[in-house]
C-alpha cells in the first residue's frame, strides 16, 4: 500500500505551462510504476501517462505525447507530470496513482490513487 498526494495545479492560459508532482509514502517507491490520469467534469477519467519502475520508460495517451513529460526521483519518492503547452481541453482534474511493478494503462489497473488537483487552462 502507498499514499500520494498531488500539488502544482493550478490556472494557467492557453500555451503555458504547469508541473505537477506527486509524493508517495512508503519505503518501496521504487517498485511502482506511476501513473497519471485526468478526469474532466462528465468524463470519464482517462489515462495520461506512466513511468515505469523498472528502467523508467515512460508511455503517453496520444492528446499529450510531446508536450507533457513524466519523470520521478526515488530518492524523494515523487513523481512529476510537466506539462506544456497546455490547451484549454487540458482542463481536468488530474490523479495520480501507483500500481506494483508492472505498467498498465487502465484505471482497474491501478489500486492507490491521490485526491486530484485541478488543473484549469483558459482560452
Known amino acids: 500500500q502507498v499514499q500520494l498526494v498531488e500539488s502544482g495545479g493550478g490556472l494557467v492560459q492557453a500555451g503555458g505551462s504547469l508541473r505537477l508532482s506527486c509524493a508517495a509514502s512508503g519505503r518501496t517507491f521504487s517498485s511502482y510504476t506511476m501513473g497519471w490520469f485526468r478526469q474532466a467534469p462528465g468524463k470519464e477519467r482517462e489515462f495520461v501517462g506512466a513511468?515505469?519502475?523498472?528502467?523508467?520508460?515512460?508511455y503517453y495517451a496520444d492528446s499529450v505525447k510531446g508536450r507533457f513529460t513524466i519523470s520521478r526521483d526515488n530518492a524523494k519518492s515523487t513523481v512529476y507530470l510537466q506539462m506544456n503547452s497546455l490547451k484549454p481541453e487540458d482542463t481536468a482534474l488530474y490523479y495520480c496513482a501507483a500500481r506494483f511493478r508492472n505498467i498498465g494503462y487502465a484505471v482497474m489497473e491501478y489500486p492507490n490513487w491521490g485526491q486530484g488537483t485541478q488543473v484549469t487552462v483558459s482560452s
Open positions: 513511468i515505469s519502475w523498472s528502467d523508467g520508460n515512460t
